[in-house]
């Protein structure tokens, strides 16, 4: 007889699967104190330093990059686009242009710039990270950053703008100082043939500058760290009063209603936001995340394959489908679908993906590949909800004798 298979609420994979940071390094361990037999060493006199000092040192452990992003028709950017700083193949930063292409990047400290991020959708959390991580915290795994030179060595990294539907250009870095010229240039967007749907609506070039002014001020109240969301909402609400077809501004507002909890108004405006631009991507996956907490699975499937259909590079279209797939028991659709994931630029934000493999060879009997799976899911989320679980099923499957007991080797 087959254990029980591990069954976990899938809107959790939504939330987490999407979007997941680095974990940072521990901090070093104190220093032990001095045995008692001996004195301590006095520490040098530290000369004193005043405040301006402090403000000079903290400059020069800061570096800016800034550039643009530029369509290769020479069209304009209608919307904010996510650039990457992607080091040895994984991302390592990601920040938003402005909507006419800028972008900049400070490097070197944990305080930098809000973050729009588009991804986050369903109930819970709000819209927007309130501080995108430093790519000192985790490290770029070969980089070598001195502090007190101000000088960095990005070899291997390079900047890339992320939008499904684009082929974009990149922008190797290398050896860098603080003092070295700011501007790295233009990451140039192509469109992909055969996509029709993009994650911009390209009907916000048309919008009055009334309309564009009220989204603005939205944009920039959700960005902050605490938000006032209902003063956001009330901009955006001017906006789609001012220019109903503005697709984008009814999007945010979805989202900014359902961080405030209000599901039926979120989904209206989500619905508002298709009728608006049917091409534009966002208000479906907006949708589905709300269909998602429903458990309705046919709907998630039936608006995940219209997003495939305007644009088969949807990443999270994809890792919905599996999802859903996966709990209507349709194993081999999920595979499909889980196949697409991980062979994505995007496979890393999904750990999720070893989860629901897992899952579906357990149901197959292959236990073995099953814990390999499962292993790797503990391996790269190890702080995830499901990781009792998955334990608790390694320990059963050990006990049972489907697969042996791994042994960690450790190096004295």
Known sequence: MKPKILAATMVFLLLTGYAWSQTQNPPPPNPSPPPAN???TPKPQQPATNPRQNDQRQLE????LFGKVVMDDGSAIP?????ELICNGHIRMRVFSHSKGDFSLELGSRQTGAMFDASMSGSGGGIFN??????????????????ALGRVD????????SLPGFQSSSISLGFRRVFDRPDVGAIVLRRLGKVDGTTVSFNSLAAPEK???SYEKALNELSKKNPDRLKAAKELENAVKEYPAYATAWNLLGKARLAMQDKAGAKQAFEKSVSADSKYIDPYL???????????WAEILKLTTQVQQLNPYVTHSHFLAAVANFQLGQLILAEKSLHEVENS???QRYPMTHYLRGAILANRGDFVSAASEFRRFLQTKPDSTLSADVNKALAEWEQRGYIKREISQVKE
Not at 154 to 161: I, K, M, P, S, V
Not at 286 to 292: D, Y
């Open 38 to 40: 001996q004195p301590s």
């Open 61 to 64: 452990q800061v570096m800016f």
């Open 79 to 83: 919307e904010p686009v996510p650039v």
């Open 130 to 147: 309130s501080r995108s991580s430093s790519p000192w915290d985790g490290g770029f795994g070969g980089g070598d950053y001195n502090a």
């Open 154 to 161: 990005l070899t291997g990294c390079e900047l890339r703008a």
């Open 211 to 213: 309309a564009k002014k």
């Open 286 to 296: 907006s949708l589905a995340a709300l269909e998602m907490d429903r458990g309705n």
């Open 345 to 347: 630029s995007d496979a």
